[in-house]
Structures are given as C-alpha cells and as structure tokens.
C-alpha cells in the first residue's frame, strides 16, 4: 500500500479521494489543516486515522510515503519541499509552483532527496489526450493549434460586489493564466514542445490579477493560439489544424469528445470511454505506479514538461504585467 497524506481538504481534495479509492494500493492515513477541528473532521470523513495542523511535523511523522498538495498556488512550492526534504513523495495540484524559479528549486530537491514529484495536471494523462498523440500524423502537417477555455467562475459574482476571495487574490499566485490557461497550455507543450517565440495579452483586475488571456506561441511551421477566462464562458471547442484534417476537441480540459474532421466533411472518432465520474482517477494511478515501480519521475507529466508550462506562463505574465509577490522574492 501507499500510504497518502492530503494538503487542503477542500473539493479538489474531495475529487482525489474518490479517484483514490479506485486506484489500487492507495491508501488515505493522513490529514493536514490549520484547523484542528477541521482535520479531524475530514479525516473520520475519509477514514485517515493521524491528523496535523503543523506542515513540518507531518512530514516527518513517517505516517505517509507520499503527499497530494492542493493548498494556494502561492504555498505549493515551500510545503513540496518541506516534504521531500523528508523523503516523502509529492503530487502536487497545478501550477506546480508560482513561477520559474520555484520550479526548478522544487525538481532540484526531488532530485537531491530521491524521491518523485509530480504535477498532477489531468488532461495529458487522459486516454483521449493519448488518442490524440496517436492520430495526430492523420491531419498532415500541423499549422494551427487553437485552444480555449472560458469559464465564468463561481467567485467573481463575490469579485463583483466587492469580496475579493482567493481565486482573485495576487498574494496567492492565482488568475485566469495560473488556475484555467495552464490546462490550454500543458498539451500543447506535452505534443509539440517549446515554442520559438510568445507574445501575451491580458485583462488585470482591480486585485492585481489576470481576469482573462490571450497568448500566441510561434513554432517553426505552427503557429498557437491560446485563450482563456474567469470572467466570461464559451462553449467554442479547441483544434489542432493540419493540412490533411483537424482534430476537434470538445474541452481542452477534459478531452471527452475528440474527432478527426476532414476536408470533405466527413468525420471520425477518436475518443473513447473515460471515467468522467472521477476524472483525477489516471494522474493517481500513474503517481501510485510510479512509486511502486521505484521511478522518480513521470514519462508523460515530466519534469521538462513542468518546467517549459512555467516559462511560458511566467513570460507571458510578465508581457502583460501581471508580477506576483512570490516572483519578488527569487
């Protein structure tokens, strides 16, 4: 078995113990909050039987072989660390960290202590994502790839009236670019890699953070174009155009409905079944195997991977003047 701790026990954290339950050898021991009362409550919830409200004593209480992290952006990085200074394990919730620097502390330190550190970023672990690595020779030469994601969120009806809540808060490394865009740019780095060149956009709130982004990433024969929201919607799917065809994606996020489109109207199917009723369920199987297997880093959410996702971010940030107090203290 391996034996888990969690790091916010918020509805994020909700979604990987369900997801947990169904990966086999995954076992819940451990819960962390600031709140006493808060931990113990979400631990007889899930059955863990050992609660913290002290980052640095759960770490080295040897009650865990491995830690999920789903705390604020901003405390991600210093909390991993914590804990791979101690050899546990880490998953930890994108973004991995706030920005560069951090990242590459953070792979340093599971370097240095022998242990795995993953980003848990869903959608390149999905089936479908595969499918579409699989098929992508199918459309020829790939010009264009157009990614989207506009989600009006639940929070900024708060934002609007004057309660400014976390996901609008700067102090915590968070934004349209950090908690939504990343999912627009993860894949297109997992399938075509770094581009040549990036050139950004952005609408910053009042609170000092990005409400919505355009970024476009030149490649030597391929030019991207990812946008995205927390202020507004779009029902609009992704695509990946070629010369040949267009793969169409119906979320870039989710990856639940993908086909090929040809020229002459006709379509195909690529996507398949997923466990869409808990869509973390892959990333845990593959942190769990990795652990099992002895591996110290993913073959698909990889360390380059990670690192290459925080570049683009943190300079395309920068484009639009969007700096964090975690970028100030590097």
Not at 68 to 73: F, M, T, V
Not at 143 to 171: H, K, M, T
């Amino acid at each position: 078995m391996v034996r888990f701790g969690v790091i916010g026990t918020n509805w994020i954290t909700e979604s990987f113990l369900k997801a947990g339950k169904k990966v086999k050898d995954f076992e819940l021991t451990t819960v962390y909050s600031r709140k006493a009362e808060t931990a113990e409550e979400f631990a007889k919830k899930h059955g863990a039987v050992h609660t913290f409200t002290d980052i640095e004593q759960m770490a080295a209480s040897g009650d865990i072989d491995a830690v999920y992290i789903a705390s604020p952006n901003a405390l991600h990085a210093g909390q991993a660390k914590i804990f791979m200074q101690h050899g546990v394990h880490v998953l930890c919730e994108k973004p991995l960290a706030s920005n560069t620097a951090e990242v590459k502390d953070l792979i340093e330190t599971a370097k240095h202590h022998d242990v795995l550190l993953m980003e848990a970023l869903r959608s390149t672990l999905l089936p479908n994502f595969h499918a579409v690595k699989e098929h992508l020779d199918e459309i020829g030469t790939v010009r264009r790839y157009v990614a989207q994601l506009c989600q009006y969120s639940s929070r900024y009806d708060a934002y609007r009236q004057g309660n400014i809540l976390n996901a609008f808060n700067p102090e915590l490394s968070n934004g349209a670019t950090m908690d939504i865009g990343i999912y627009c740019i993860y894949p297109l780095v997992a399938l075509f890699g770094k581009p040549k060149e990036i050139k950004a956009s952005g609408t910053l709130l009042e609170s000092g953070v990005d409400g919505q982004a355009t970024i476009i990433l030149t490649y030597e024969e391929m030019e991207a174009i990812v946008y995205y929201s927390k202020i507004t919607s779009s029902t609009l799917p992704s695509e990946i155009q070629g010369e040949d065809a267009t793969i169409r994606i119906d979320h870039i996020g989710h990856f639940e409905d993908v086909k090929i489109q040809y020229h002459d109207s006709t379509e195909k199917t690529i996507s398949g079944p997923q466990d869409n009723e808990h869509p973390m369920f892959y990333e845990v199987e593959e942190f769990v195997s990795l652990i099992q297997s002895g591996k110290r880093e993913s073959a698909i959410n990889t360390h380059e991977l990670a690192l290459s996702v925080a570049e683009i971010m943190e300079k395309a940030r920068i484009q639009f003047g969007l700096i964090f107090p975690a970028d100030r203290i590097q």
